[in-house]
């Protein structure tokens, strides 16, 4: 480890605080419905959609009428993605004559998208036309990540309602987010990325003679504009399958900083915004400050793993980090910490491959993920997975003082205690299950390149990444298979919305409450105490995942051995 590697992670944790604010009160004007200096270009746009669609804004939801226009909007968007997937071929914008994705890997991507999740069982370049990139997968980085701080507003007004049935508007939330914030800052930062040296071309392939006097085809396309919401909406899907490690994607280290910076902005503006919305920011400050110390310690160990490098070359006289499997212009540190950064948010992309980080550094990507991705988390899921997590500490902490648990002013029962266990309990349940699922059948076992606790690691890091909806790949893997494609999309559908609906019922739950006023014997959830307490209660539940999948690995080699199907 290097002063110039942690001056790097400190650094960037500074730059996000000093965003923090600025970028929450954004946020939290676009919760309120609030008029911004954007509305004077774009709200006539915002008023035609919604006059093109028979949609009144201004028309409240409850929760379960709030759940099933996200639903049907979000099957809706993945029947017309699978389509344009398996229709690539007759479709224009084709330059390279693909052809349309097979029914296993259509269906796989078009899941994939749809939640946030970004998997990908194959190499965009060579698989994917212009076209299917834009309009079928760049259009989810927007709405799938829409829907995310939708969701969270919903969530926000459940904890600040008073007495009410209602928690917003689902096609007004998505819109304005859309409008007035991912849109905006996407056409900067692509004009920014494409300055730095990426593709933004209609052109499908450029050929060029070498200086070996070899005839070499470069693939280019509409790339800076889709790495620009795949970093801000934490979708993680890479143009090219190389992803964030490719020159055409992430070419400098400048790059690097603000396509990591771009990943967790939205979600600390989100804490800011939510005690904004609950009438007190320090409770805001307080879920940030829990967020950020279970990052840091992530973020070290990696860090000190990769930077230790691998004993097994120290011992041939090998000595430094660990490079392999990491780009020279990035570096250990810059490596290790993008690793951290897209496994705590549900992002994804990668600038290095996890397959070759060592041991312990690769167990941090794969923790974080066991978490419930609520370490910063993904645009809006972060923020509401979090507060799932804060429901049970408060309902922890009202155990140990002898009354009724309240937060933000809102008496947390029964109802609300079983419906957060429900949605956290989804976590864990999936992981183990199609994990363990996989590796004593002979489709699953067919995946997995290396043998041992190798092999059993990138099954496992596959279906974590999948139900978290983080995207990113252990490496080594062959996803793309009628097996691995089915369950994965399973997966990835059940780790989003299974949690999706207990949460906004949960809002629904709180809205109707009165407000309590703190008193004397209420528990404290602004202080040091609080924190410590969240940090706890998300590293024990977390462990519901991880500890058994530490014991599942020998079984399951056991059982592949007995069967002759040795890892």
């Known amino acids: 480890m290097t002063l110039q590697g942690w001056a790097l992670i400190l650094g960037f944790v500074a730059i996000l605080l000093a965003l923090t604010k600025p970028v929450g009160a954004w946020l939290f004007a676009l919760y309120e419905g609030r008029r911004t200096p954007l509305h004077v270009v774009l709200g006539p746009v915002e008023r035609g959609f919604y006059a093109l669609s028979g949609i009144d804004p201004e028309a409240e939801q409850g929760w379960r009428r709030y759940a099933l226009h996200m639903l049907l909007f979000n099957v809706a968007l993945m029947v017309f993605t699978y389509a344009v997937l398996r229709l690539q071929y007759y479709l224009p914008g084709n330059p390279q004559g693909l052809a349309g994705m097979a029914p296993h890997l259509a269906f796989n991507t078009a899941i994939s998208f749809t939640a946030n999740t970004n998997w990908q069982s194959y190499a965009g370049e060579s698989t994917l036309s212009n076209l299917s990139q834009m309009l079928g997968l760049t259009i989810h980085n927007f709405l799938s990540a829409a829907t995310g701080i939708a969701l969270a507003f919903a969530l926000f007004r459940g904890f600040a309602g008073r007495e009410t049935k209602n928690i917003g508007n689902f096609w007004a939330d998505m819109t304005r987010v859309t409008l007035y914030l991912l849109l905006p800052i996407c056409v900067v930062y ?121 004993p097994v070359l120290h011992q041939l006289g090998v000595a430094g980090g660990n490079m392999e499997g990491k780009e020279v212009r990035f570096g250990v540190a810059a490596s290790a910490l993008f690793a951290a950064v897209t496994t705590a948010a549900s992002c994804g992309a990668v600038n290095a491959m996890h397959d070759s980080f060592t041991a312990l550094g690769g167990l941090i990507p794969l923790f974080n993920m066991q978490l419930g991705e609520v370490v910063i988390g993904g645009v809006g899921a972060g923020i509401y997975g979090f507060l799932l997590f804060a429901i049970l500490a408060v309902f922890v902490a009202g155990l140990m003082v002898g009354r009724t648990p309240e937060y933000v002013g809102k008496k947390i029962e029964a109802r609300e205690v079983k419906l957060a266990v429900l949605a956290i309990a989804v976590l864990p349940l999936a992981i183990l299950g199609l994990t363990a699922l996989s590796c004593v059948t002979q489709q699953g076992l067919a995946g997995p390149l290396n043998k041992g606790p190798h092999g059993f690691g990138e099954i496992l890091y596959a279906f974590t990444s999948a139900v978290a909806n983080n995207g990113s790949a252990f490496g080594g893997l062959t996803a793309a298979t009628p097996w691995y494609d089915g369950l994965l999309g399973v997966a990835m559908w059940v780790g989003r919305f299974f949690i999706i609906v207990p949460m906004l019922a949960i809002a629904g739950s709180l809205a109707a409450k009165k407000h309590v006023p703190a008193s004397a014997g209420s528990f404290p959830t602004t202080g040091a105490l609080w924190i410590g307490l969240l940090v706890g209660i998300v590293l024990v539940l977390g462990g519901l995942t991880f500890l058994p999948s530490l014991a599942l690995g020998p079984i399951a080699d056991h059982l592949a051995m007995i069967r002759g199907q040795l890892f």
């Not at 006097?213 to 801000?232: F, H, T």
């Not at 490690?245 to 396509?259: D, G, I, S």
């Not at 902005?265 to 950020?292: D, E, P, S």
Request: with cysteine; net charge neutral.
């Open 190 to 310: 692509t004009l920014f990325l494409i300055a730095s040296g990426v593709p933004q071309t209609m052109a499908g392939v450029v050929h060029i003679d070498t200086l070996e006097g070899v005839r070499q085809s470069i693939l280019l396309g509409p790339v800076a504009s889709q790495e620009s919401i795949k970093m801000l909406g934490t979708n993680g899907g890479g143009f090219f399958n190389a992803n964030s490690a490719h020159p055409f994607e992430n070419p400098t280290a400048l790059t690097n900083m603000v396509q990591m910076l771009s990943i967790f902005v939205i979600g600390f503006g989100l804490t800011w915004c939510f005690g904004k919305a609950v009438g007190n920011t320090r409770q805001g400050w307080a879920i940030l400050a829990a967020m950020i110390l279970l990052f840091l310690g992530g973020v070290a160990v990696c860090y000190w793993a990769e930077a230790a490098g691998n």
